[in-house]
């Protein structure tokens, strides 16, 4: 599985976009990006996927670069329900499925 | 309303019990997950099953044990074994295996008396 590198910590104004950055340097052609995040003493929730092509969907937009090196998450408005840990993963062609959580990035928003 | 849910939300175990936590789906999915974090860190892999009657373990599984009897269900056992089973207890499942969606449940936190 690649290895993903995020920054440890990051705060954003209420309102304001996040933008969380991933590197994944060693990713190969056929492995995705996935993002989850996980709130204090919840489950962790999947946020937005993909491969090549940049994806939006209700909660985030997902950025890849061209070589697929690295990728942005942007959460668009900051809300301080969206403060938690951001996990950014590439689970690898494994048939395990297993999903390996590095130590991610913590968003704190602030009013 | 379909997702997934984990009993009880807290769990406490006495020295030498095994204590078994339930994991129920109703998504129709084939892949299911156990997960353990402990306070600040990641997820770590414990049992992981792709279809009923089968699982395969992870990579702490040394002092669990699991069962796969129906498709919906996925229960964990930590056994006396299971020297520090202090931890966040996290269930997911998947449509299926490699480079799937994962869906988790709320989690159980399981505590020594």
């Known amino acids: 599985d690649a290895k993903t590198t995020q920054p440890t910590s990051m705060d954003c104004a209420e309102g304001r976009a996040a933008n969380l950055p991933c590197n994944h340097s060693t990713i190969s052609g056929n492995e995705y990006v996935y993002w989850y995040r996980q709130i204090h003493s919840q489950g962790p929730q999947y946020i937005i996927h993909?491969?090549?092509n940049n994806e939006t969907n209700e909660m985030a937009s997902l950025i890849i670069t061209e070589d697929r090196k690295s990728s942005t998450l942007i959460l668009p408005h900051a809300t301080l329900r969206d403060t938690a840990v951001y996990y950014c993963?590439?689970?690898?062609?494994?048939?395990?499925?297993?999903?390996?959580f590095g130590q991610g990035t913590t968003l704190q928003v602030k009013p | 309303d379909g997702g997934i849910t984990q009993s009880p939300k807290y769990l406490f175990r006495k020295e030498g019990q095994n204590v078994t936590l339930s994991c129920e789906q109703n998504?129709?999915?084939?892949?299911m997950y156990w997960y353990r974090q402990d306070p600040g860190q990641g997820l770590r892999l414990i049992y992981y099953?792709?279809?009923?009657?089968?699982?395969q373990k992870g990579d702490i599984a040394e002092g669990y044990s699991v069962s796969r009897e129906k498709k919906e269900s996925f229960p964990l056992t930590v056994t006396s074994a299971q020297k520090n089973p202090t931890a966040f207890y996290l269930c997911a499942s998947s449509v299926s295996g490699a480079q799937e969606t994962q869906y988790f449940g709320p989690g159980t936190r399981l505590l020594v008396l």
């Open positions: 099953s792709q279809i009923v009657n089968d699982f």
């Open positions: 993909g491969l090549k």
């Open positions: 998504l129709n999915h084939d892949a």
């Open positions: 993963i590439v689970p690898g062609s494994s048939n395990t499925g297993k999903l390996i």
